[in-house]
């Protein structure tokens, strides 16, 4: 968390120096580091910080929920370990600095100008990065969050912020309905680099965090499937409102995080889950996303890596066909972005939240909702909708959904088959989200079928999986390490503690 080291720094310099210079000191109104700013020089920042939180932290969470292994056998979270880093807590370093309080700036901009679609916008992103973040790592900092002059900050539980999430959206929601001669679509386009200027778009988004929300305590009493629906309703419509965060991909500073110029990625390769999901292992037709999503090794066949075992064709040596290739889509890691593939490419869009999501979110509501046939069609519309996202032809996207992979009859259709389409379809895009639905369903392998655990765990586990990542070491372990002990964080096996959202 972002520490006041300037008041540190202020408060020294006032012990050395008159009053009379106040007006030089006043770090309030120091130029380098303005206390206001317009909204749309606010945004884009904001934007690109959500995709970067996201990805920063995928590449360990990929780990625990099998997207991808590391080249490296028996590494810390192939094994659901924890180490003590800042490693897995982008998330946390994005919501309480990267985005934090630039959302209350905008804010304050937004309403001074009566800009009313901007101060939407500000309060759902926040929901989001506090829904985002909470499910990451459990227990925040939320009533001191930004508490101006404080330096150890007390933890909350997360029943709280997802009642927080819950009145920050509905506060989106009534703003970005608000009408002001300074609330136009040409406005928000200034700052709006996902949805140019279109509210309408940011008020599905906004529904799509409460979807997520109200799905997620699928596992409690209060838990209602019908409400969950009613979300998904008025959230994405279809694939033209899916919230991408562009990269422009002229350098490291405008790229992909997944792309090879920032080369990120180059330590992983598929998981032989993945593999087996989209080559006819584990269903019983070859999925065209295959070729689009995964590359194969020179011999043309596609493989992949189990939990902590490995890849031992990693060698720069090994010229052997079946050498595992990059995502990238090339065996050896390419110079440019030429030849790379899917979302591994360094001008590739990076998905927020998606129509397909959305869509088997609804699936697995309805089948709680005893609807079967609501249930039917909302799970094949996310596999069509996954397939034209990721470019299949409809030729192959119609072959596919009339093979015996995809469930044709409503009564028939299971947890189980809405739970395997919805990891395809976030393979690689939507790492957190899988995470959470691995927690709800305790990383069962009667609906992840063919998923298998690692045969070792770190030896902090206790024999446990792993549930949580633990709050930003350099800000939480050595600022606030009090606070830490009060919920249990500062004990080995913390990341095994299972999330509130997951509990009955």
Not at 139 to 159: L, N, T
Not at 165 to 180: I, Y
Not at 426 to 435: F, P, Q
Request: aromatic share 12%; hydrophobic share 40%.
């Amino acid at each position: 968390m972002q520490h006041k080291f300037s008041r540190i720094f202020f408060i020294g310099l006032l012990a050395l120096l008159a009053s009379s210079c106040d007006e030089f000191l006043d770090v309030n109104t120091d130029i380098s580091k303005p206390q206001s700013a317009s909204a749309p020089v606010l945004l884009p920042p904001m934007l690109s910080d959500m995709a970067r939180g996201e990805q920063f932290d995928s590449r360990f969470v990929g780990q625990f929920v099998q997207y991808w292994h590391n080249v490296t056998a028996g590494t810390s979270y192939e094994a659901h370990g924890s180490p003590s880093s800042d490693a897995n807590a982008e998330k946390w370093r994005s919501h309480y600095y990267a985005i934090g309080l630039n959302v209350d700036l905008m804010i304050a901009d937004a309403e001074a100008k009566e800009q009313w679609n901007y101060a939407g916008v500000a309060r759902a992103i926040r929901a989001w990065s506090w829904q985002t973040s909470t499910d990451h790592h459990g227990d925040m900092i939320f009533k001191q969050a930004w508490e101006p002059g404080r330096f150890i900050f007390d933890f909350d539980s997360q029943d709280l912020i997802y009642e927080e999430v819950k009145r920050l959206s509905n506060e989106a929601l009534e703003l970005l309905n608000r009408q002001s001669e300074a609330s136009t679509t040409a406005i928000l386009a200034r700052g709006d680099l996902v949805y140019a200027g279109d509210a309408a778009k940011w008020t599905k988004f906004t529904y799509g965090v409460l979807a997520r929300n109200a799905n997620h305590i699928s596992n409690k009493s209060t838990y209602d499937p019908r409400k969950v629906i009613e979300y998904v309703d008025k959230a994405l419509a279809s694939n033209s409102d899916n919230f991408l965060v562009p990269h422009a991909g002229n350098n490291t500073d405008d790229s992909n995080f997944y792309g090879p110029l920032r080369n990120n990625m180059t330590v992983y390769r598929p998981s032989t889950y993945i593999v087996n999901l989209l080559d006819s292992v584990l269903l019983p037709a070859r999925d065209p996303r295959l070729p689009i999503m995964l590359t194969p090794s020179l011999d043309g066949k596609y493989r992949g890596i189990n939990p902590g075992a490995g890849d031992p064709t990693n060698s720069a040596a090994t010229t052997s066909p079946t050498k595992l290739p990059t995502l990238f889509g090339t065996v050896t890691r390419p110079t440019t972005d030429k030849g790379s593939k899917f979302i591994f490419r360094d001008n590739a869009a990076y998905p927020i939240m998606t129509y397909a999501e959305m869509q088997f979110i609804k699936a697995e509501a309805a089948i709680r909702a005893n609807d079967k046939a609501t249930a039917l069609t909302a799970y094949t519309n996310g596999i069509k909708a996954h397939m034209d996202f990721v470019g299949v032809s409809a030729a192959n996207r119609d072959k596919y959904i009339a093979s015996a992979a995809v469930v044709k009859d409503a009564s028939a259709l299971t947890i189980s088959d809405v739970m395997i389409q919805k990891y395809i379809a976030l393979w690689g895009i939507g790492s957190a989200e899988t995470w959470v639905d691995m927690r709800r369903y305790a990383y069962n392998k009667d609906i992840y079928k063919g998923f298998t655990l690692p045969t070792v765990l770190s030896s902090d586990n206790g024999g446990k999986l792993v549930q949580r990542a633990r709050p930003r070491f350099n800000s939480e372990y050595v600022w606030n390490a009090e606070s830490l002990k009060t919920i249990g964080a500062d004990q080995p096996d913390y990341h095994t503690k299972e999330m509130w959202f997951a509990l009955p």
